[in-house]
C-alpha cells in the first residue's frame, strides 16, 4: 500500500496551542465579567407612614420580621342610663283605704286519745330453693315426726344416710374397672313444696354410677315439705356418697 501524505492544511495538531490559548483567555473574561458584576441594592417602600427609614438587605442575609401587637383599649365602664318620664301626672293623695278582716279560723287541737295506730302487714318475700342448712322448719323423713327442729334436722340426715348405705349397689364401682382408691359422688336435689323429689343433679367418675345414684334418689320416699315463715318452700338437698375400690 502507498503511503498517504498528509495535506497541509489538515494537519490540526499544529494549531492546538492556539485553541487552548484562546480557551485560556475565554474564561478569563469570563472570570472578570462575573467578579465585576455589582448587584443592585434593594430597598422596601412602605405606604402612608412617613419618616421610614430605608433598610439596606444584602442578597446573603436572612431577616425575621415581627409584627408589632398593639396594646387592646380597656373598654370604658357604661354609665348607668338614667330614664325620665315624659310627663309627670299628678295624684290625688286624699284616698280612703278600705279594710276588710277576714275571720281568722281557730287551730285544731288533737286529742292523743284519739289518734289510732293502724299496724300495715308486711307483705312476706316469696322464698323459693332455701338450703337445708337454713331452713327454718326442715322436711320431714318418714320416723322423723314429732320431734323438734333441731332433733329433725339429725333425724333426717341420719335416715338419708340409711337409705344410701342399704339401697346403694357399692358392687357396681368394682365391675366397672376402677382403680383402688376412694371415690366420691356429688349428688344434690329439690325437696318441693309438696314433698317430692325434683331437680336431680350427679356428677360421678362414671356414667353408670351416674345412673345408678339417678335410681337411688328416685326410690327415696314422699316427704314432709319444709317450712320458711311457716309457708311451704322447695329445700336444696346436698348429698355426698362416698365408696373405697380395692
Do not use: W
Not at 494549531?15 to 465579567?33: D, K
Not at 276588710?100 to 312476706?124: G, R, S
Not at 322423723?144 to 348405705?165: A, H, P, T
Request: one cysteine or more; aromatic letters at 8%; charged letters at 30%.
Amino acid at each position: 500500500m502507498k503511503n498517504l501524505k498528509k495535506l497541509p492544511t489538515k494537519q490540526l495538531e499544529k494549531f492546538s496551542n492556539i485553541f487552548t490559548q484562546l480557551g485560556l483567555v475565554l474564561v478569563l473574561f469570563v472570570v472578570y465579567i462575573t467578579l465585576e458584576h455589582q448587584t443592585e441594592e434593594k430597598t422596601i417602600k412602605t405606604l402612608g407612614i412617613s419618616n421610614v427609614e430605608q433598610i439596606y438587605i444584602e442578597p446573603d442575609e436572612n431577616f425575621v420580621f415581627q409584627k408589632e401587637v398593639k396594646p387592646k383599649p380597656k373598654p370604658q365602664a357604661q354609665k348607668p342610663q338614667v330614664f325620665i318620664p315624659e310627663e309627670v301626672v299628678k295624684v290625688d293623695n286624699n284616698i280612703t283605704e278600705t279594710i276588710v278582716d277576714t275571720p281568722k279560723e281557730d287551730p285544731v287541737v288533737l286529742n292523743l286519745d284519739d289518734i289510732v295506730t293502724v299496724d300495715i302487714p308486711e307483705e312476706d318475700p316469696v322464698v323459693n330453693d332455701v338450703p337445708f342448712i337454713n331452713i327454718e322448719d326442715a322436711p320431714v323423713f318418714k320416723g322423723c315426726e314429732g320431734l323438734s327442729k333441731e332433733e329433725n334436722k339429725r333425724c333426717f340426715d341420719k335416715k338419708m344416710k340409711q337409705f344410701v348405705q342399704r339401697n346403694f349397689d357399692a358392687g357396681l364401682a368394682s365391675e366397672l374397672g376402677l382403680r383402688a382408691g376412694k371415690y366420691k359422688i356429688q349428688t344434690q336435689f329439690l325437696i318441693d313444696d309438696k314433698g317430692n323429689v325434683v331437680d336431680i343433679k350427679i356428677r360421678a367418675p362414671h356414667k353408670k354410677l351416674e345412673k345408678e345414684t339417678n335410681d337411688l334418689i328416685k326410690k327415696l320416699p314422699r316427704f314432709t315439705p319444709g317450712k320458711q315463715r311457716n309457708r311451704p318452700v322447695r329445700v336444696r338437698y346436698t348429698l355426698p356418697i362416698s365408696f373405697s375400690v380395692e
